[in-house]
């Protein structure tokens, strides 16, 4: 199953999930020794010299649109000004979104097979799965790339993988 959130992360949102889900994660089941293994994936990993397990820091820096090594701000921020719809709502943007949290989850069937059953080449048939997925859905990435323009399809991404 995939599922996407409806909204997306605000930078501290992104940040408080990183630490509940992946650095104090007592009950994750993805644990193996006490550790949830990550990684980075995406065309940016490159551009941005990632390598290895994500760090909390890097995370954090990329979540503020900075780069995660050097701290060099990418994205301007923006306030967002609150306005009145056409229902007369009020409405108040989001003034930068940092992340979406998208959720790839195996039936439970293959989770048993891979947790009760401890077949980890079930495991890494998921997460593989799971990377020929968001390689795909990196092809329709899109980015604001400044000032009141409309989204851009860019085709690159970093992302947080387990």
Do not use: C
Not at 120 to 143: D, K, M
């Amino acid at each position: 199953m995939f599922k996407v959130a409806p909204e997306p992360l605000t930078a501290g949102k992104a940040q408080e999930y990183h630490v509940k889900e992946f650095i104090a994660a007592e009950k994750n089941y993805w644990k193996e020794h006490e550790q949830i293994p990550t990684g980075w994936q995406g065309k940016l990993v490159d551009t941005f010299g990632l390598k290895g397990d994500v760090q909390a820091s890097q995370f954090s820096l990329l979540s503020e649109g900075q780069h995660p090594i050097s701290g060099q701000q990418l994205i301007q921020h923006r306030d967002g000004k609150e306005y009145t719809n056409a229902e007369g709502e009020t409405v108040k943007p989001l003034e930068h979104r940092a992340a979406w949290d998208a959720t790839f989850s195996a039936p439970k069937s293959v989770s048993l097979t891979a947790l009760v059953g401890g077949d980890n080449r079930v495991r890494e048939a998921h997460r593989e799965a799971v990377s020929i997925a968001l390689t795909e859905l990196e092809r329709y990435t899109q980015a604001r790339l400044g000032g009141n323009r409309p989204a851009e399809t860019t085709g690159r991404f970093s992302r947080r993988k387990i």
